[in-house]
């Protein structure tokens, strides 16, 4: 792959299935210099420990689980739980747990170190592996990731979720070519070619990349931007999950 320097943002946030090829992505951005950010803490359930191992620092390290203590004690005081997390069509495909889920969706953020970890809607400034706390809800997490300095945001969904911003452009990935084919009108990636072998994560990683920096570039324009999806919905301090 060619050499880019980007010094941009760029997000990982994901919805329903988790695609380590864009942990890739966000590990190739890290290393020219950009910030990353991987948000949805109540999918991050149960893969603190590597994470906190991963931090550059005990601060940082005790910040993220702080967030994650108080966000988990606001759910249970109105009796709910980081456990109600997977949706519907997690379970239906297979993620049946909080733990499950989060095992993948901590792929998301590759393997960089972390660098800080931040409350919502704190603005991100530290160039590494960002952690930001919002909800695993679609828009109120991208709306959180776009107000904390995303300026793309890289979706991947495995059932299809039509969701865009009208801030920042919104790359959707499909982890499967069954969902690429069933919703092209949505996805702008087609990462299924890791699940059939004829790619491997990080060769659709650098795909990603290359896109990443189009798309920001204002060479090409997103599925979301061409539909007008421009979803907006704040985080206003309840139980979402």
Known sequence: MKQTRYTGSLLTCPI???????????????????RTILSEFPELCGVEQDLIN?????????????????????ARAVRSSFAMNPAPGNIRDGLLTDAMKSAGAAKKGGTSPVTAAL?????????????????????????????AGASVVLFTTGLGTPTGNPIAPVIK??????????????????????????STIEQMGEVVLDQVIRVASGELHTKAEAKRQEDFIPWKRGVSL
């Open 16 to 34: 329903f299935l988790w695609n380590p090829a864009i942990g890739h992505t966000s590990d190739l951005l890290v290393a020219l210099g950009a």
């Open 54 to 74: 991963r931090s550059i620092s005990k601060d940082v390290g005790h910040r993220f689980i702080q967030l994650m203590r108080d966000y988990e004690n606001r």
């Open 119 to 147: 409350d919502y809607p704190e603005y991100s400034t530290e160039p590494g592996l960002n952690l930001l706390c919002t909800p695993g809800n679609d828009v109120e997490c991208v709306t959180g990731q776009v107000g």
């Open 173 to 198: 990935l499909a982890t499967n070519t069954s969902l690429a084919q069933r919703m092209p009108d949505i996805i702008d990636i087609d990462t299924g070619a890791i699940i059939t072998g004829e």
